[in-house]
């Protein structure tokens, strides 16, 4: 039986739980723990104090009893990337070379600096037919990765491997929903424990043409016979940051990150309004959000009505967050969908969350609280049901972690971005494998070398003629099929011809409606202007807007970023002015005279203008 800790070091605490697992078995929480750490020890997933986390990690083992120091730690923050990327089949060790080629391509400044590692979606390495297949690609910078080394190792821990914690979080749903509807997962189909079971899906399809019981597409049956797409989207909300990953059938479309929006926010004002520490305002939104009675020490300092109030703002600041960010997601999709919400970390507890966030989503979305409880078992002493909500609730990117490597343990690839260290003992695991199968190779050539000689000449004739049949028949069909080619290229003529005119075209009702779902509730426009692209000019949108306080303007870029038909938001000046009352006085916390104005730019994404060529060549039409 094998142990690990998974570890997620984050703005408000470290957070470890402890992991049993045999590879093909249910693992077992055995342990877990949390350990506060000062505000700004961590920022943003930058550690900035290094001793600080290191004595945190240090108590946790000190005090709680965990038995294993072999450690997962996850990496979090803007300095993490996270992509989706195509490529043609090939080895493992090839593909790791392309990745890393790739990764030029958006990493900023020298790539070299980086470390750089991918995964299968769902753990499984599916070719498709064009001989392409998908991959999940983690890289980060060489100084992030040695500040999570430092502190991991200088607290007297090894490092089993360094994962991303949101990715692994991801993973760990994914896994977990599969499990639920019956789906295969792993490589090679492997079945995951006794819990996993193979149902009878509506639709199975093999991607490799093999055994459709290697291969499940989840779909799901609507009106008229259509199928449904599945859309799996995970919210994690920390103490600084709001992430967001959107998941359609195991392939990870959108993974996001929202800053300052996150429980902090609540915590700062509570503070500012009622003149608290952060410590004491920390606790009294924690008392808010589980339902327990405000201490009395605290109870007698705040106007609970009025507390009620600003938490129900601030909440709602950060639920209208999530919900623009996911309907503008969902905005784009064309065809009808399930769609399932899944919410955690310490952030989603507060006071109200839960159903302001239900308020800004589609009544057919599924809003879920996230647990993992089907992927483990418990057996932690004295371990309370509070507590196993707790673990999956509140550490779930710390349990995730963790079964990353039981995920791995049977040999499915895992992102690891120890980088040299991990290769070099997958490398040395490899050649001692080679190492061995060489062997055995040559003792079976040795074994049937006078037979092997006899029937060379007779196999290799047997193949020549066979050749000289299949190239003239191929030659044959070649010059059948040359009309057909020229019919071909005509076709391509035409269709390039069609694309030429209809290239720049924009839907602008749709992208206005997008617009006005994107807009944060303390804005309103004055005025739009829009231009199409020309040539390769692209289009732009200008807009004139207004807002209570000079926050709105950032408010406005940050929810326009959101918007993926939209590149380089910019708002190039804003004026205050006194005198006259805001007009929408609910988005703020109370009535004021002042009005922001200012100018907004915007660039028009190429994926907005090509609707009516697309239309066309599916068979729809050209909409006028």
């Given amino acids: 039986m094998r142990r690990v800790v998974g570890i997620d070091i984050g703005a408000f605490s470290v957070k470890a739980v402890e992991l049993e697992y045999d590879a093909g078995h249910k693992p077992t929480v055995s342990n877990f723990g949390l350990v506060t750490l000062p505000k700004g020890a961590v920022v943003g997933g930058d ?195 709001i992430n967001i990953g959107i998941a359609e059938n195991g392939m990870l479309t959108l993974a996001r990150s929202i800053e300052d929006r996150a429980g902090d926010a609540v915590t700062a004002a509570i503070a500012e309004r009622f003149d608290l520490s952060e410590t004491e305002a920390e606790s009294l939104k924690r008392a808010l959000g589980l339902f327990t009675p405000v201490p009395e020490e605290l109870a007698a300092r ?61 009544p057919e979305v599924v809003l879920e609280r996230l647990d993992l409880l089907e992927l483990v078992d418990f057996n932690v002493p004295e371990m309370l049901a509070a507590d196993k909500d707790r673990v999956t609730g509140v550490m779930p990117e710390a349990l995730a972690l963790a079964l990353g490597r039981w995920i791995a343990a049977d040999g499915t690839r895992v992102i690891n971005l120890l980088g040299g260290e991990a290769e070099d003992a997958r490398r040395v695991r490899r050649d001692l ?15 049937g070398l006078t037979a092997l000689r006899s029937s060379q000449l007779n196999n290799a004739n047997n193949q020549v003629a066979a050749a000289q049949v299949q190239l003239s028949q191929e030659q044959a069909q070649l010059a059948r099929l040359a009309p057909v080619a020229q019919v071909k290229a005509n076709l391509t003529k035409q269709q390039s011809t069609l694309q030429s005119l209809l290239v720049n075209d924009v839907q602008w009702p749709i992208l206005v409606n997008s617009l006005d779902t994107a807009t944060p509730p303390d804005v309103w426009w004055t005025s739009l202007s829009g231009q199409a692209p020309t040539g390769s000019t692209p289009g732009t949108i200008s807009f004139a807007g207004q807002g209570c306080s000079q926050k709105a303007p950032a408010h406005w870029l940050n929810d326009l970023a959101t918007m993926p038909g939209l590149l380089d938001p910019w708002v190039s000046s804003s004026t205050a002015s006194t005198g006259q009352m805001c007009i929408n006085e609910s988005a703020v916390d109370a009535p004021n005279n002042v009005v922001v104005s200012f100018d907004s730019t915007a660039t028009l994404a190429p994926s907005v203008t090509p609707s009516r060529y697309q239309a066309y060549l599916t068979g729809e039409g050209i909409s006028q």
């Fill in 302 to 362: 705040v106007d609970r009505d009025e507390l009620d109030r600003l938490v129900a703002v601030r909440v709602s600041d950060i639920s209208s967050s999530i919900s623009t960010t996911l309907s503008s997601y969902l905005f784009q999709k064309e065809n009808p969908a399930e769609v399932k919400v899944l919410v955690c970390g310490g952030g989603s507890l507060a006071f109200g969350f839960f159903d302001s966030l239900r308020q800004g989503l589609a």
């Fill in 433 to 447: 494998a080679v190492a061995g199968i060489s062997l055995l190779a040559v003792l079976l050539v040795l074994g």
């Fill in 47 to 241: 550690i900035r104090d290094h001793g600080a986390v290191i004595e945190a990690i240090r108590r946790m083992w000190s005090d709680g009893n965990f038995k294993s120091k072999d450690v997962c730690v996850g990496l979090s923050g803007s300095r993490v990337y996270l992509r989706d990327l195509e490529f043609p089949s090939m080895e493992d060790e090839d593909l790791l070379s392309s990745v890393r080629f790739e990764a030029t391509t958006f990493l900023p400044g020298d790539t070299s600096e980086y470390e750089v590692d991918f995964e299968y979606p769902k753990g499984r390495r599916v070719v498709r037919e064009d001989g392409t297949l998908t991959i999940h690609l983690a890289a980060t910078d060489n100084a992030l990765l040695t500040d999570y080394k430092s502190v991991v190792q200088e607290a007297g821990l090894r490092l089993a491997s360094v994962d991303t914690s949101f990715l692994a979080l991801v993973r760990a749903v994914i896994l977990e929903e599969a499990q639920r509807s019956g789906e295969v997962v792993g490589t090679n189909g492997r079945r995951r424990g006794s819990s996993v079971r193979i149902v009878d899906p509506v639709v199975e399809t093999t991607e490799l043409g093999g055994n459709p019981e290697e291969e499940r597409t989840l779909a799901f049956p609507v009106a008229g016979g259509a199928m449904r797409e599945k859309i799996l989207a995970v919210v994690s909300v920390g103490a600084d940051s």
